[in-house]
Nanobody, 114 residues
């Protein structure tokens, strides 16, 4: 059974930093990442990373967020810096298995106050 357990998130002032972590179990994952869904918006990709470490970022977070993964521990982390109010959203961990099934975490709230 595949499980994605997220941690981190919370309330932070603009300009601050937060770190999200996601522990994934139950399969081998080719791609892991983070999506977010802001109020009244569609879910969007924030960043993802392949098993070999190739990263991909949304333009809106480039230079501010850093994604990393530990294949041995099956974890993916998102270090968020210089946070802006527009980063406020529910952040979802995402994992794609080597047989291309997609899994989602339960979501964690990130709120950035101005």
């Amino acid at each position: 059974q595949v499980q994605l357990v997220e941690s981190g998130g919370g309330l932070v002032q603009a300009g601050g930093s937060l770190r999200l972590s996601c522990a994934v179990s139950g399969s081998i994952f080719s791609r892991m990442g983070w999506y977010r869904q802001g109020p009244g918006k569609q879910r969007e990709l924030v960043a993802d990373i392949t098993r070999s470490g190739v990263t991909n970022y949304a333009d809106s977070v480039k230079g501010r967020f850093t994604i990393s993964r530990d294949n041995a521990r099956n974890t993916v982390n998102l270090q968020m810096s210089s946070l802006k109010p527009e980063d406020t959203a529910v952040y979802y961990c995402n994992a794609v298995s080597i047989v291309t099934r997609t899994y989602w975490g339960q979501g964690t709230q990130v709120t950035v106050s101005s």
